[in-house]
């Protein structure tokens, strides 16, 4: 077995086992081999010259207070079917950790598919999210049609008010807003006293689902917005652990980082929350 970094030449192997792990839609995975693949923060397992096992990372700004520390987001995780639970994604994500503190990346995070899936590579929970489930009727507000540009001064204002947000410029939210658009997502924002306060990504099939979901102001609209377009559907959403709704507070990222790191998270003072890494 060979553990490496991924390069270019990897690109149509890499892709054969995200299609094989994962059930994402081909637009999907068009854009991200198209927009996301960084080979040189990504590591494969070979058999020979098969791809066995892959994990890909992003290097991401994570807010710590005023400041931010960058830490590598890894996704998707995969191994071929006949070659699971042989220790290869743990050899993969060690090989990957010492290349990312070589580079001077300390942190390594990942928002795993079931609880504990990292636990024994010592992954620790380290952002929370609240998951609303449709309760409860809300006041309506003002809702208008998405802007990009005025949801991006929403998202920096929010990376402010919590630890271990993404911190993303303008070309990255563009990019990330290209991802939800890749998979067919829809968007709202909420508008008030003339201002855009907060704004909304769903997706809208058998049922309809917040996937980003964020307010300077308050939550109720925004949901209130989701439950008229639902109908009859099930409605959900998910958002920052301190939003002013009902809901169930639940780990969201876990994060592999040296305790220096997890004391400054804790002597923020501020809640631990993060969107969706892409």
């Known amino acids: 077995m060979t553990i490496r970094l991924l390069t270019r030449s990897d690109l149509s192997q890499t892709r054969a086992l995200w299609e094989t792990a994962f059930d994402d839609p081909p637009a999907f995975v068009d854009w991200f081999f198209e927009n996301r693949y960084l080979p040189a923060w990504s590591v494969g397992v070979f058999d020979r010259n098969k791809l066995i096992s892959a994990i890909h990372g992003t290097p991401m700004d994570l807010s710590l207070g005023d400041g931010s520390f960058t830490a590598l987001m890894t996704s998707g995780v995969a191994t071929i079917p006949e070659e699971r639970g042989r220790g290869h994604m ?57 802007d990009e540009g005025e949801a991006f001064e929403v ?40 201002k855009t306060v907060g704004y909304c990504i769903y997706f809208a099939k058998e049922e309809v689902y917040g996937e980003e979901v964020l307010s300077l102001t308050g939550y109720g609209p925004l949901l209130q917005e989701l439950r008229r377009i639902a109908r009859e559907r099930p409605v959900s959403a998910k958002l920052p652990p301190d939003a002013d709704a009902p809901g169930e507070v639940r780990p969201q990222n876990v994060m592999l980082a040296p305790d220096d790191i997890w004391r400054a998270m804790e002597a923020s003072g501020k809640p631990c929350f993060c969107v969706d890494e892409y």
């Open 90 to 146: 743990y050899d993969a994500m060690r090989f990957l950790q010492g290349e990312a503190e070589r580079r001077g990346v300390r942190a390594l995070f990942n928002h795993p598919q079931r609880q504990g899936a990292y636990a024994h590579l010592g992954f620790h929970p380290s952002t929370f999210t609240k998951y609303w489930q449709g309760e409860r009727e809300f006041l309506p507000g003002e809702i208008i049609p998405f």
């Open 155 to 194: 998202y920096a204002a929010m990376a402010d008010r919590y630890t271990g947000f993404v911190r993303r410029d303008r070309d990255a939210f563009r990019l990330k807003m290209a991802d939800y658009a890749a998979d067919d997502a829809r968007g709202f924002l909420f508008r008030e006293a003339g």
